[in-house]
């Protein structure tokens, strides 16, 4: 079993800053692509930004310039700096990962895994 625990949301100012982890834990023995979506209150959830275990990104057209995704692979943790936050980034943000892990003795199983989410409010 893999879990995903994300931390760092918040309430936060527009103009202000917020950076969000995410730390994979379990029998992991292989993280490709890690990201982060965000889901408003009756929208569909929404790919944020994305990054390969290489280090290739792809960013939401909305948050380009504005947010940054990084990883750090020997501690199995992704990032989402978060600058110049506006009004509309409110929603509650899931960190996602695409893992290969050990289920048994020479056993491995690839699946997507997702975290509890975290609140971010950008309000004044």
């Known amino acids: 079993q893999v879990q995903l625990v994300e931390s760092g949301g918040g309430l936060v100012q527009p103009g202000g800053s917020l950076r969000l982890s995410c730390a994979a834990s379990g029998s992991i023995s292989t993280i490709y692509a890690m990201g982060w979506y965000h889901q408003a209150p009756g929208k569909q959830r929404e790919l944020v930004a994305s990054i390969t275990s290489g280090g290739s990104t792809t960013y939401a057209d909305a948050v380009k310039g504005r947010f940054s995704i990084s990883r750090d692979n020997a501690k199995n943790t992704v990032y989402l700096q978060m600058n110049s936050l506006k009004p509309e980034d409110t929603a509650v943000y899931y960190c996602?990962?695409?893992?290969?892990?050990?289920?048994?003795?020479?056993?491995?199983?690839?699946?997507?895994?997702w975290g509890q989410g975290t609140q971010v409010t950008v309000s004044s």
């Open positions: 996602n990962a695409d893992v290969k892990s050990r289920s048994g003795l020479y056993i491995y199983t690839r699946d997507n895994y």
